[in-house]
Structure formats: structure tokens, C-alpha cells
């Protein structure tokens, strides 16, 4: 009997990635299927989750009420936790969110969680609005608001741990004002896979990305070749800061907080007309 086809997955090379898939993807998670890995910069993800194109997918919350009808979201594997927002930056220091009125933002996608965030906070407090949104990859973003290119930049990752070595100064944290508004903690990054792939198979994969994190957790060295080897060039010490932010106990089960945040943040953007309303049932796994 011929082995199965690998999975298609794809997420991508940022440190909480390969560290939480590091074990998975090499084959040493016991009766996990073999893995068929590409990177893609989320912006790229949500577009494959929309297409339909990959069996797994990392991808942002803010995509799901799009694809959720193909897709279900797995309970673990993915990023949601506190202190970890996305950050609004500019050139200046002491200004405030007053100072956004009519400017130019850069976004990493304006359907990333990220986004939904920023919009939300600038709802409520930059009066009369943003004004031009222009989407760049997220690498792309602090030289952009460095350069004078863009009035500000929305960024996520690592760049809240070195965009001072670009000479940006904080304007807001989104993750703090969802915070101190809801309680809740912070939805970031979903792992989701194929419907039809089946409840059976749907239940496995929740359980070897399970599996793999607690793996990672219990010999974190095993992972830092594949870490660093997609890392960017990035400092081993920004890479562990990265993974120890994302990486949380969100990762390993979403729980009722986690549910509980997902639900908020798709709710309130629904009524912001950010995103379509999500149907009762549509954050249930198989």
C-alpha cells in the first residue's frame, strides 16, 4: 500500500511558526501525517485560505468569517495571548491618536487581525479617521515610516521588539486598548484546515499540533536550527523574546478565553460592518 499524500500546509517563518510546527514538520510527532510545508507571509495565507488552495493553513482571526464555510478552526497551534498587540508607530514622539486624522497608515493586510484591531481602536479614538490605508509586507513597514514614505505604520511580530532601531516612537498599543476595553485576551494568528478532510482527521491534526508544541516546550533546543534558519537574519535573542510572546498556553488549547476573545473581536467588527456576522455555530470543531 502506497504511503498518503502529505498535507498542505502553509504558515509562516516567523520564530512562533517553526517553533510550534518544528517537531510535526520533521516527522518526529508519533502517527502525525507528513507535512508538506511552504512559507508565506500571512498577508499571502489569507489569500490561500479564500482560494481554498492548502490543507492547513496559519492564518489571521480577522479571515475567518470568510472561509470558516470551507474551513475549520483547529483549537490549538495558533497565537492569542496578552501583552502582544500590535503596535501603532511613527517617526515623532508624544503625539496622539488625534494625530492620525487624515493621514497615511500602512497595514500588513487589511485582513489581518491586526487590521481589525487598528480599526477598532481608531473608531473610537482618532477623530473623523485615518485617511489612506496602504497595505506593504510587514518587513516593509518600519523603513516605510522611517523613509517618511507612510504618516505611520501598523506592525506586528518581532517589530515591537526593534522598531527602536529604526528611530520610531509608539503612538498606541492595539493589544493593550482591546485589553483594557474587553478584558479579553488578544486573537493574532488561527490555525485552520479543510472541512473535508473529515471530523476523524480534523481531531488528529488538533492533536498533533498539540503534540508538537508540547513537544517544542519540553526541548526547546531541538527547534533552533529550524528557527533560526528562517528567521531572517533575525537575532537569536529577538527570536526567543518572539516565541516566548506568542507561544503561550493559548497555543497549546484556546480554551474558554480563547473562544471567548475569537467571538468578541469577529462580534464587534461585524458591527462595525468590518467583516460578515459569523453564523452561531461557525467557531465549533469537528
Not at 14 to 32: E, I, K, L, S
Not at 205 to 212: P, Y
Not at 233 to 252: C, R, S, W
Amino acid at each position: 500500500m502506497s504511503e498518503p499524500e502529505p498535507l498542505k500546509i502553509a504558515y509562516s517563518p516567523c520564530p512562533n511558526d517553526t517553533f510550534v510546527f518544528d517537531a510535526w514538520a520533521h516527522g518526529r510527532v508519533p502517527g502525525a501525517p507528513a507535512l508538506d510545508v511552504t512559507f508565506a507571509d500571512i498577508d499571502v495565507t489569507n489569500g490561500m485560505a479564500e482560494r481554498g488552495e492548502f490543507d492547513v493553513l496559519k492564518v489571521s482571526y480577522a479571515v475567518l468569517p470568510w472561509v470558516l464555510d470551507e474551513y475549520a478552526l483547529l483549537p490549538c497551534g495558533g497565537a492569542l495571548g496578552r501583552g502582544c498587540g500590535p503596535l501603532v508607530l511613527t517617526r515623532d514622539a508624544g503625539q496622539g491618536p488625534e494625530s492620525l486624522a487624515g493621514k497615511t497608515v500602512a497595514v500588513p493586510s487589511e485582513r489581518s487581525t491586526a487590521y481589525l484591531l487598528f480599526r477598532l481602536w481608531a473608531a473610537a479614538e482618532v477623530p473623523g479617521g485615518v485617511g489612506e490605508v496602504v497595505v506593504l509586507p510587514f518587513h516593509e513597514i518600519m523603513p516605510a515610516v522611517r523613509d517618511g514614505k507612510v504618516d505611520a505604520g501598523l506592525v506586528i511580530h518581532e517589530a515591537r521588539f526593534t522598531y527602536g532601531n529604526y528611530g520610531l516612537e509608539c503612538l498606541a498599543d492595539m493589544g493593550e486598548h482591546w485589553e483594557s476595553t474587553t478584558g479579553l485576551p488578544i486573537p493574532l494568528g488561527a490555525i485552520i484546515a479543510k472541512r473535508s478532510l473529515g471530523a476523524e482527521r480534523l481531531r488528529e491534526l488538533a492533536e498533533a499540533a498539540r503534540t508538537s508544541v508540547r513537544m517544542a516546550w519540553d526541548d526547546p533546543e531541538a527547534s533552533r536550527p529550524y528557527v533560526l534558519e528562517h528567521a531572517q537574519e533575525m537575532d537569536p535573542k529577538v527570536a526567543d523574546q518572539h516565541i516566548g510572546l506568542y507561544v503561550n498556553e493559548f497555543t497549546a488549547g484556546l480554551g474558554e478565553d480563547g473562544y471567548a476573545a475569537v467571538r468578541g473581536l469577529l462580534t464587534r467588527a461585524a458591527a462595525e460592518g468590518l467583516v460578515p456576522p459569523l453564523g452561531p455555530d461557525a467557531l465549533a470543531f469537528a
